[in-house]
């Protein structure tokens, strides 16, 4: 079930060009981006309206997408503005545009009515409006509802055991932690954090730390799917993630901007800004760190949901560390009630 009225990540900007649409489905609607000579970039529905043609499929002329089927053109506000061998272009043939915006190097879409599109409401991201050249962008393509990326990311548990082979071992003493978890402005907070504790491999390798150090990973989650996550290990009683020592000589971490979209009930397009200090020799480990991770999540993602196709009516239990999936879960469904008063109120619909 998707919140319609909610900013989304649609590309990076450096993807969308001035020749070729790109097309790519956001909450089960195809739509397209191309890049005006002016530098903007007009959002349309991606469906051809006079016979269905996917318009990525078409080409950019002047400003206008032009149709591989029939030739139809259109311009950036939708308009068909002609038909080949039409005195003039039909009246009636008209695309969506939707409300658009670009900021942290991401083309944003509003999915929900235009009228209430604010630019305000965009997800905060502090870290790459300020530095954006220590900021680096990712994207990962997940065979799973967008629900499976965001209770992977309220619950934190897992990375004592689905990442030991990504951190290089020595990780399992993080599940032992009790995270600190609240719920403050509209957000969920979640502090999970290690004193002398084993530390894991890669951070001890790359970030020159002992074989014993402290930990931390602090999670912000905003509804519908927008995670913050500052996470690392430093040298014990340094100070955490405010330890004054330098990356790569005594610390090392990073803070991730993990920005969800759903693309389909069954798949999901996932955006990450990740904004690293690190020295210029260690930076080339952090694409293989990134992607180790995140491969390790994406499989497990897909994994339950291919285990809920099989059969959605199986149980999922619940136990005392799944609190900030609960939070999550219920202030995703409020966000959902808020714009659907149709839908029964005692019933679980924004939950599955």
């Not at 939708?78 to 043939?93: D, E, K, L, T, Y």
């Not at 082979?165 to 020595?170: K, M």
């Not at 080339?284 to 991770?293: H, M, Y």
Request: charged share 25%; proline share 8%; glycine share 8%.
């Amino acid at each position: 079930m998707f919140v319609r009225n909610s900013w989304y990540v649609a590309a990076w900007a450096s993807e969308v060009g001035m020749e070729k649409p790109l097309g790519r489905t956001i909450l089960n609607e195809p739509v397209v981006r191309f890049r005006e000579r002016s530098g903007q970039v007009p959002p349309l529905e991606g469906r051809f309206a006079h016979r269905r043609m996917p318009l990525a499929h078409g080409k950019v002329i002047e400003d206008k997408i032009v149709c591989c089927y029939p030739g139809l053109q259109y311009d950036a506000s939708g308009r068909c503005v002609r038909g080949p061998g039409q005195a003039s272009p039909p009246a009636n043939i008209r695309l969506r545009r939707y409300p658009v915006a670009e900021r942290y190097g991401a083309v944003w879409l509003w999915m929900g009515a235009p009228e209430l599109a604010d630019e305000s409401k965009i997800f905060k991201c502090e870290l790459p409006e300020r530095q954006p050249a220590a900021c680096h962008p990712f994207y990962f393509h997940v065979k799973a509802n967008y629900l499976y990326l965001n209770d992977n990311l309220s619950d934190l548990l897992h990375q004592a055991y689905l990442h030991n082979p990504s951190f290089g071992g020595e990780t399992h003493s993080l599940g032992e932690t009790i995270p600190e978890i609240r719920e403050a402005n509209g957000q969920i907070l979640v502090r999970w954090e290690w004193n002398s504790v084993p530390v894991p491999g890669i951070f001890r390798e790359k970030g020159g730390i002992s074989a014993i150090g402290d930990g931390w990973n602090h999670s912000v989650y905003q509804a519908p799917s927008f995670y913050i996550n500052a996470t690392g290990f430093a040298e014990a009683g340094t100070g955490k993630n405010d330890s004054k020592l330098p990356q790569g000589a005594g610390k090392l971490g990073i803070t991730i901007y993990q920005l969800i979209t759903p693309e389909t009930e069954r798949t999901t397009h996932f955006f990450k800004i990740v904004h690293c200090d690190w020295p210029r020799n260690l930076l080339p480990q952090l694409p293989v760190l990134v992607d180790k991770v995140n491969l390790e999540d994406i499989w497990a993602c897909e994994e339950q949901q291919r285990m809920e196709d099989l059969d959605s009516s199986a149980p999922m239990a619940t136990i005392p560390t799944d609190r900030a999936v609960v939070a999550m879960r219920r202030a995703l469904r409020r966000m959902f009630l808020s714009e659907r008063p149709d839908v029964d109120r005692d019933g679980d619909a924004a939950c599955t």
